[in-house]
């Protein structure tokens, strides 16, 4: 699933942030992805692959995410070997969840850890389950419902999909049982 899972976590976080705000300005801000890929592998997964639930779940636990303006992402985790990725330090710390530099090193410039900045907070998050469907067949019907009724109580959800399935899709209502349902994807409502 790559980094998809991160970013639409984090978009939903941007738009609940907007709806219960109301303020409109605030869609400048982007959540911070690279506090989760430094410190949030064991729950929500690094650049290779996560899970959208254990974002929530790693963001609710620690209490915070910094928006963007703490540090630049540049998508790599401890795990990257791609690019610079080896070259950088991705371990979890204060630095690398929110800094600020005075400069170039080779000017004398140094980087220290910001403690006071903005962040977003999830007091609440959870899963539509299966719970009480067939195994080999779910009602679309609950599902939907429950989907739509998460929406109107709480805002934005995300869905994981098998985006495999939809490299031919064209347009209208996608419905194919016969279609694989393992997920690699996420899409956020």
């Known amino acids: 699933m790559t980094l998809i899972y991160q970013f639409n976590m984090c978009v939903n976080i941007v738009q609940l ?3 219960c ?3 409109m300005q605030i869609s400048s801000i982007f959540s911070y992805q690279t506090q989760v890929l430094n410190c949030g592998k064991e ?3 690094s650049c290779h692959g996560g899970s959208h639930t254990g974002v929530h779940q790693f963001i609710h636990e620690i209490g915070f995410i910094p928006y963007d303006t703490c540090q630049t992402y540049i ?14 330090d ?3 710390s204060a630095l690398n969840t929110c800094r600020t530099c005075d400069g170039f090193t080779e000017s004398g410039g140094k980087c220290t850890a910001v403690e006071s900045f ?10 539509i389950s299966d719970e009480g469907d067939d195994k080999h067949h779910w009602d679309k019907d609950k599902r939907v419902k429950q989907i739509k009724k998460e929406i109107h ?3 934005p959800v995300s869905a994981s999909i098998n985006g495999k ?4 899709y064209m347009g209208g209502i996608f419905d194919d049982d016969t279609a694989d349902k393992h997920t690699n994807h996420v899409v956020s409502m």
């Open 17 to 19: 942030v907007i709806i």
């Open 21 to 23: 705000t109301y303020d």
């Open 43 to 45: 729950k929500a997964g």
């Open 75 to 88: 998508a790599c985790s401890e795990d990257s070997t791609e690019g610079m990725c080896d070259k950088v």
């Open 90 to 92: 991705t371990t979890c």
């Open 118 to 127: 903005p962040h977003a907070t999830i007091n609440e998050y959870g899963v």
């Open 153 to 155: 109580t709480r805002g």
């Open 165 to 168: 399935a939809l490299i031919d």
